[in-house]
């Protein structure tokens, strides 16, 4: 061939980019035209789309997904909303704040950012907008909120790079408990200091321990989904996938027959969007293995591994060139692409260093999870601004400060590793 | 012979129109087998976790049923995500292009995708014919491994199907996706 094959592929994949070829796609035939110029059998094309789909742990995609979505219809999250209202609703840019926690308590349920950032931005970016807020503001501390989504448990990222890297995926979800605060509070801190800044009020009342007590109860049945998937996956009682079908059963028992706000019709939206969105992932997911194949065959993986090694064999070092990498890549790719295309190429480097590989987990999430609010390609933002009716030029120049406390927390999460693995050792997981 | 021409174009025209039964009778084989199918896998893991606990006695070809039901609900879906539009990219180069340059960028990609997916329908053809040669089963339930795979072939005829419509609707309306 004219030119190494592996750097063809990364190329024309680039160029496939460059003019809005679906991403799947892209990783598709990027490989397709390689496999075909290297004379490799085409016959792994069908195989290799079957094989990475017919995986049991990754049906906790579309179950996470549904119970997103269905927690949302059947009126938790506007609950949990309320009562976080009540309760930091009064203090200088409170319904900031409100947004945040909601956010972190709403991840813990759903395992998709751009899912967190519609089934809360739709309620509390008309509201903050309403109570003066301004809504480049509000939309870019939505989106960037929401991404605490795939960071807290459950997260799809985790289930992903648990199947790539071959890691207890309820280690990686107790690994991503603190982290996912950390960023959360780097947030709330942003949110505060811009608020008091901009003279952004709070709601004016503080609310009675009355009233508080009445939204906690209110909010209850949604605050227990968080103890039940993640006690159920901890207790032993199920794994990852089956806690995220439980979780969605969950959901719909609560939005049918407790809060009674769900109907026959909606469910079957509900159903037909989950297996949408969870398509749209998992057609990224296969081509991607096709793209992952090529370039661990290929020898690929292990060349760019070892040039990385021959640069430095600094655990800090390595780990601050894999960060700027990923966030590099945040900017145009999806999560899933970036773990399938990358990781063949970091986990040997990982293994070398002694990193641990849940530890490097939670590292890898943080920065994709960044990487859904860096334009041009940020799925959290595209959501933030149909929401909000902003484009994305205004709403990109919002997200700086909200960015760099983002990216302080990486490199809080990068640099002390207790912060990961804290919680699973405590466990004994 | 003009009377055929006659008849192919009018069926072309009725192709494109909203309301043509064919596309009627397609959206919603695609939408009830994607709620079928989703709510299947949920019934079933569920059914799963209480009968480990209520019977102790897991039922063991739970977990191959739902697998095999993910890989046909995957594409399809994919197809009807197709349909939405939702199918992730980086818009900003052809969102600023003028309009005639973006419906020829369009039509390309469009080509390349239908491309990939008529590829992905014959080789899986392919795959399916070594399956049935073989003989092969599936582990849990000796189900014949050729009719899980037949979701490939189908999920990528699906896509073909509605990738093609996008591309045509957005070609109708100037490049716009």
Same mark, same amino acid.
């Given at each position: 061939?004219?030119?190494?094959p592996?750097?063809?592929?990364?190329?024309?994949?680039? #160029?496939?980019?460059?003019?809005?070829?679906?991403?799947?796609?892209?990783? %598709?035939?990027a490989? +397709?035209?390689?496999?075909?110029?290297?004379?490799?059998?085409?016959?792994?094309?069908?195989?290799?789309?079957?094989?990475?789909?017919?995986?049991?742990?990754?049906?906790?995609?579309?179950?996470?997904?549904? &119970?997103?979505?269905?927690?949302?219809?059947?009126?938790?999250?506007?609950?949990?909303?309320?009562?976080?209202?009540?309760?930091?609703?009064?203090?200088?840019?409170?319904?900031?704040?409100?947004a945040?926690?909601?956010?972190?308590?709403?991840?813990?349920?759903?395992?998709?950012?751009?899912?967190?950032?519609?089934?809360?931005?739709?309620?509390?970016?008309?509201?903050?907008?309403?109570?003066?807020?301004?809504?480049?503001?509000?939309?870019?501390?939505?989106?960037?909120?929401?991404?605490?989504?795939?960071?807290?448990?459950?997260s799809?990222?985790?289930?992903?790079?648990?199947?790539?890297?071959?890691?207890?995926? %309820?280690?990686?979800?107790?690994?991503?408990?603190?982290?996912g605060?950390?960023?959360?509070?780097g947030?709330?801190?942003?949110?505060?200091?811009?608020?008091r800044?901009?003279?952004?009020g709070?709601?004016?009342?503080?609310?009675?321990?009355?009233?508080?007590?009445?939204?906690f109860?209110?909010?209850?049945?949604?605050?227990?989904?968080?103890?039940?998937?993640?006690?159920?996956?901890?207790?032993?009682?199920?794994?990852?996938?089956?806690?995220?079908?439980? &979780?969605?059963?969950?959901?719909?028992?609560?939005?049918? #027959?407790?809060y009674?706000e769900?109907?026959?019709?909606?469910l079957?939206?509900?159903?037909?969007?989950?297996?949408?969105?969870?398509?749209?992932?998992?057609?990224?997911?296969?081509?991607?293995?096709?793209?992952?194949?090529?370039?661990?065959?290929?020898?690929?993986?292990?060349?760019?591994?070892?040039?990385?090694?021959?640069?430095?064999?600094?655990?800090?070092?390595?780990?601050?060139?894999?960060?700027?990498?990923?966030l590099?890549?945040?900017? #145009?790719?999806?999560?899933?692409?970036?773990?399938?295309?990358l +990781?063949?190429?970091?986990?040997?480097?990982?293994?070398?260093?002694?990193?641990?590989?849940?530890?490097?987990g939670?590292?890898?999430?943080?920065?994709v999870?960044?990487?859904?609010?860096?334009?041009?390609?940020g799925?959290?933002?595209?959501?933030?601004?149909?929401?909000?009716?902003?484009?994305?030029?205004?709403?990109?120049?919002?997200?700086?400060?909200?960015?760099?406390?983002?990216?302080?927390?990486?490199?809080?999460?990068?640099?002390?590793?207790?912060?990961?693995?804290?919680?699973p050792?405590?466990?004994?997981? | 012979?003009?009377?055929?021409?006659?008849?192919?174009?009018?069926?072309?025209?009725?192709?494109?129109?909203g309301?043509f039964?064919?596309?009627?009778?397609?959206?919603?084989?695609?939408?009830?087998?994607?709620?079928?199918?989703?709510?299947?896998?949920?019934?079933?893991?569920? &059914?799963?976790?209480?009968?480990?606990?209520?019977?102790?006695?897991?039922?063991?070809?739970?977990?191959?049923?739902?697998?095999?039901?993910f890989?046909?609900?995957? #594409?399809?879906?994919a197809a009807?995500?197709?349909?939405?539009?939702?199918?992730?990219?980086?818009?900003?180069?052809?969102?600023?292009?003028?309009?005639?340059?973006?419906?020829?960028?369009?039509?390309?990609?469009?080509?390349?995708?239908?491309?990939?997916?008529?590829?992905?329908?014959i080789?899986?053809?392919?795959?399916?014919?070594?399956?049935?040669? +073989?003989?092969?089963?599936?582990?849990?339930?000796?189900?014949?491994?050729?009719?899980v795979?037949?979701?490939?072939?189908?999920?990528?005829?699906?896509?073909?199907?509605?990738?093609?419509?996008?591309?045509?609707?957005?070609?109708?309306?100037?490049?716009?996706?």
């Amino acid at each position: 061939m004219f030119m190494e094959p592996s750097i063809f592929l990364f190329l024309l994949f680039g #160029f496939l980019l460059l003019w809005n070829t679906p991403i799947a796609v892209g990783l %598709g035939m990027a490989s +397709l035209v390689t496999i075909y110029l290297i004379d490799a059998p085409l016959a792994v094309f069908p195989t290799t789309m079957y094989a990475s789909t017919a995986k049991f742990a990754l049906l906790a995609i579309p179950f996470f997904i549904l &119970a997103g979505v269905v927690m949302e219809a059947a009126g938790v999250s506007s609950r949990l909303i309320k009562f976080a209202d009540v309760c930091v609703g009064h203090i200088k840019g409170g319904l900031a704040i409100v947004a945040v926690i909601t956010c972190c308590f709403f991840a813990a349920i759903s395992g998709s950012g751009p899912a967190t950032v519609a089934a809360l931005g739709s309620i509390l970016i008309p509201a903050m907008v309403k109570a003066g807020y301004d809504k480049g503001f509000s939309s870019a501390l939505m989106a960037n909120a929401g991404a605490i989504g795939i960071i807290i448990p459950p997260s799809i990222a985790f289930v992903v790079y648990g199947v790539i890297a071959e890691v207890s995926i %309820g280690k990686l979800f107790m690994a991503g408990v603190i982290p996912g605060l950390v960023v959360g509070l780097g947030l709330a801190i942003v949110s505060y200091y811009i608020s008091r800044k901009r003279g952004y009020g709070g709601n004016g009342k503080r609310a009675s321990v009355g009233e508080i007590w009445v939204a906690f109860k209110d909010a209850l049945w949604g605050l227990m989904t968080p103890v039940i998937i993640l006690g159920g996956i901890y207790g032993g009682i199920f794994t990852p996938t089956e806690a995220a079908g439980v &979780a969605a059963v969950y959901g719909l028992f609560v939005g049918f #027959f407790v809060y009674k706000e769900l109907t026959l019709p909606k469910l079957k939206k509900l159903l037909i969007d989950s297996s949408v969105g969870s398509a749209v992932v998992m057609l990224i997911v296969s081509s991607a293995s096709l793209f992952a194949w090529l370039i661990t065959t290929e020898g690929a993986a292990q060349m760019a591994s070892a040039a990385m090694l021959e640069f430095s064999s600094e655990r800090w070092v390595i780990l601050l060139i894999i960060n700027i990498l990923v966030l590099i890549a945040g900017c #145009f790719l999806d999560a899933i692409s970036i773990f399938y295309i990358l +990781l063949p190429i970091f986990l040997p480097i990982i293994k070398m260093l002694n990193v641990d590989p849940v530890w490097f987990g939670v590292i890898l999430t943080v920065n994709v999870a960044i990487g859904q609010i860096t334009p041009p390609v940020g799925v959290n933002l595209y959501v933030a601004c149909n929401i909000a009716n902003l484009s994305l030029t205004d709403i990109s120049k919002s997200v700086m400060p909200f960015l760099i406390a983002s990216i302080v927390a990486l490199l809080l999460i990068t640099y002390i590793p207790a912060l990961s693995l804290w919680l699973p050792s405590v466990l004994g997981m | 012979m003009a009377r055929l021409i006659g008849r192919v174009t009018l069926f072309i025209k009725s192709i494109r129109g909203g309301d043509f039964l064919f596309w009627k009778v397609f959206d919603s084989l695609e939408d009830w087998f994607l709620v079928l199918s989703l709510g299947t896998m949920m019934v079933l893991n569920f &059914a799963n976790v209480v009968s480990r606990y209520l019977l102790s006695t897991s039922i063991a070809f739970t977990e191959e049923l739902t697998t095999n039901l993910f890989v046909w609900s995957c #594409f399809i879906g994919a197809a009807a995500a197709a349909k939405r539009g939702a199918h992730l990219g980086f818009s900003l180069i052809v969102d600023n292009m003028p309009s005639r340059a973006q419906r020829i960028v369009t039509a390309m990609v469009t080509l390349l995708t239908l491309a990939m997916f008529a590829l992905l329908f014959i080789m899986s053809l392919d795959m399916i014919e070594t399956q049935i040669m +073989l003989k092969q089963e599936t582990p849990a339930l000796g189900m014949p491994e050729w009719v899980v795979s037949m979701g490939i072939s189908v999920g990528a005829l699906f896509c073909f199907i509605r990738f093609a419509q996008a591309g045509w609707n957005s070609w109708n309306k100037g490049g716009r996706q």
